[in-house]
């Protein structure tokens, strides 16, 4: 069974500051994406990462693949009250499914 | 473009009764997942389905079911409802078979068993 690991579960920071979402496995993955969902709403794709070593960004994210493809770590700079939300990694091994994290909730104050 | 439709938004049960849930694709979409989520688990896989076929299954009992029409839209069954089927039911749909496709989900069935 894979695994997908994502620390820190929960996230409550100020509006402004940065933080860093991790997600790790023991697996190598052939591509990560990431998602974040609103409460009461179904999640939403971010990026999808797929080579070893790659950075992605998405205006003030920051995402990076793992070189050897078994970790992803998701940055955000000057958080704001809109990033807040839960975000979800999820693997892709070849093995024909996805396989998500359990997601890090991240709570951005005024 | 519209995007993916499940059915009803939410539904109260009660233990032993059945449901059926109804997820609707983007239009040309031809696989569709469905998904259980729950604070304590996260999100677990329940099955995929592609041209009218279950191409995976997560691991699940048996009394959680699945099919697929011609059209793409798809329904999950769960029968003899337990007091732990109480989760967020997402199905996601995508062009082609799961893979490394990006995932389009839906707002979900919220799904109460009393």
């Known amino acids: 069974t894979q695994l997908l690991e994502q620390s820190p579960q929960f996230l409550s920071i100020q509006e402004g500051e940065n933080l860093t979402v991790y997600c790790n496995s023991s697996?190598?993955?052939?591509?990560l994406q990431w998602y974040r969902q609103e409460p009461g709403e179904g999640p939403v794709l971010l990026v999808t990462?797929?080579?070893?070593?790659e950075v992605k960004k998405l205006k003030r994210l920051t995402f990076q693949f793992g070189d050897a493809r078994k970790d992803s770590s998701l940055h955000i700079t000057a958080a704001q009250p809109g990033d807040t939300g839960l975000y979800l990694c999820?693997?892709?091994?070849?093995?024909?499914?996805?396989?998500f994290g359990k997601g890090t909730m991240l709570l951005v104050s005024p | 473009k519209a995007g993916v439709t499940q059915t009803p938004r939410y539904l109260i049960k009660t233990r032993g009764q059945q449901v059926t849930l109804s997820c609707s694709p983007i239009?040309?979409?031809?696989?569709v997942s469905w998904y259980q989520q729950t604070p304590g688990q996260g999100l677990q896989f329940l099955f995929e389905?592609?041209?009218?076929?279950?191409?995976n299954k997560g691991n699940f009992p048996g009394r959680f079911s699945g099919r697929q029409f011609s059209n793409s839209r798809s329904e999950m069954n769960v029968s003899t409802l337990e007091l732990g089927d109480s989760a967020l039911y997402l199905c996601?749909?995508?062009?082609?078979?799961?893979?490394?496709?990006?995932?389009?989900f839906g707002d979900g069935t919220r799904l109460s068993i009393l």
């Open positions: 697996s190598v993955f052939s591509s």
């Open positions: 999820a693997g892709y091994s070849g093995y024909s499914t996805l396989t």
């Open positions: 389905y592609f041209s009218e076929t279950q191409r």
């Open positions: 996601a749909s995508s062009l082609n078979p799961m893979g490394n496709q990006p995932q389009h």
């Open positions: 990462v797929v080579t070893g070593g």
């Open positions: 239009s040309g979409h031809r696989s």
